[in-house]
């Protein structure tokens, strides 16, 4: 599933190849933006989550951006088409859902940390950090 979805298109036709529980996110995205879900398999139970969340409080939400940054999820959302409304339920949702993303593997969703790996940070479990270490020399604890 890791690459179902890891910075590629997921409008029209591409939507068709994401799991199921994540086409809903996928129809989201603001017409004048690229509709790209840029996150690893791990993080995707914390989207459906938050999509679930951000529905109840704005069924017409707009997404602008769904990536990593730094070893967080990044999510640019607004709830609606008028950028004037301010929503703070609909903020702390957001915030709330980057905060856990720093603690959960972008891998495969375990509890993990952060590491500097080939000049990026990455959240990842101790496995996956080994592996992306192995792939990259130089990678050291984010901090360290």
Same mark, same amino acid.
């Given at each position: 599933m890791d690459d179902l979805v890891m910075g590629r298109n997921v409008r029209g036709d591409e939507a068709d190849d994401l799991p199921a529980n994540l086409r809903r996110l996928a129809s989201?995205?603001?017409? =004048?933006w690229p509709a790209v879900i =840029?996150? *690893?398999? &791990?993080?995707?139970?914390?989207?459906?989550r938050l999509d679930g969340q951000l529905a109840e409080i704005a069924p017409d939400y707009e997404l602008h951006q769904c990536k990593s940054k730094f070893g967080a999820l990044s999510f640019y959302a607004q709830p609606s088409d008028d950028?004037?409304?301010?929503?703070?339920?609909?903020?702390?949702?957001? !915030?709330?859902?980057?905060?856990?993303?720093?603690r959960t593997c972008e891998e495969?969703?375990?509890?993990? *940390?952060?590491?500097?790996?080939?000049?990026?940070v990455w959240?990842?479990?101790?496995?996956?950090?080994?592996?992306?270490?192995?792939?990259?020399? &130089? *990678?050291?604890?984010? *901090? !360290?």
């Open positions: 989201r995205f603001a017409v =004048d =840029d996150v *690893g398999a &791990g993080w995707f139970p914390l989207l459906i950028p004037s409304i301010y929503n703070e339920e609909f903020v702390e949702a957001i !915030r709330a859902a980057e905060w856990e993303s720093t495969c969703g375990e509890p993990a *940390g952060q590491y500097v790996i080939g000049l990026w959240t990842l479990c101790a496995k996956h950090a080994a592996e992306k270490n192995a792939q990259s020399e &130089g *990678g050291h604890p984010a *901090g !360290r």
